[in-house]
């Protein structure tokens, strides 16, 4: 057999390998995400799933409601209000770079914030969710990625209600080290500003009213 044929045989078999491993972990994300249309009540006008097709997270705006979905869980979705909320923060490969809490309160367990540029007085208050360089102005702490190589970016969402305690890490890259100013980098960063803006709202909307008849008068656990 030819060298060239070799090749073409080895780049075949690569290339299905690949698209069959990209196939089966869209299909375990649809099938976390399938979950909050099974909820009663709850309607999720969004949807962000982990990239393993592990954990999703269902925000309801109108019922001010979220709900984390877990592949391996029993049971699989719990609902919380969206005051039970505490905090949100974005990982690099383990080293939190950017966050928010309620009320501007750290709570316990939580890893410092890694600076990732030199230190300013206004971004220095992490959590506070307030707007570098304006301060009393309610906005996101910018996400400033620790430039170099990484392997895995993640949002790690804390929620608490009463006594019952959860954490959801939703995972936006993983895999081999790639810069993080390249495309997969810049692309889980992006995905990870629109969820801590998402929960940046929600918490911001817990004191408020659900919307809607079918809204439940309280939380569904």
Do not use: C
């Not at 990484?150 to 790639?178: C, I, P, T, W």
């Not at 709202?201 to 439940?216: H, Q, V, W």
């Amino acid at each position: 057999m030819p060298k060239w044929s070799v090749f073409i045989v080895v780049l075949v078999l690569v290339v299905g390998y690949y698209l069959l491993t990209v196939q089966a972990r869209q299909r375990r994300r649809e099938r976390v995400g399938s979950d909050f249309t099974k909820l009663p009540n709850f309607h999720a006008n969004q949807t962000y799933m982990d990239i393993g097709g592990e954990v999703a997270i269902g925000i309801d705006d109108r019922g001010r409601r979220i709900a984390v979905a877990r592949k391996h869980a029993q049971p699989r979705t719990r609902v919380y209000s969206f005051a039970h909320i505490i905090s949100a923060d974005v990982e690099q490969d383990g080293k939190v770079i950017a966050g928010i809490t309620r009320n501007g309160q750290e709570p316990a367990g939580r890893a410092p914030v890694v600076p990732a540029a030199p230190a300013d007085p206004l971004v220095g208050l992490f959590g506070s969710t307030r707007t570098p360089g304006r301060p009393g102005v309610a906005g996101l702490p910018e996400i400033q990625p620790i430039l170099g190589q990484l392997s895995k970016v993640a949002v790690h969402v804390r929620l608490q209600n009463g006594s019952v305690e959860d954490e959801a890490l939703l995972r936006f890259y993983e895999g081999k080290a790639v810069n993080a100013d390249g495309v997969a980098g810049e692309r889980a960063f992006a995905e990870a500003k629109v969820l801590l803006g998402s929960l940046d709202i929600a918490m911001k909307r817990a004191g408020t009213p659900p919307k809607g008849p079918t809204a439940p008068k309280t939380p569904v656990l």
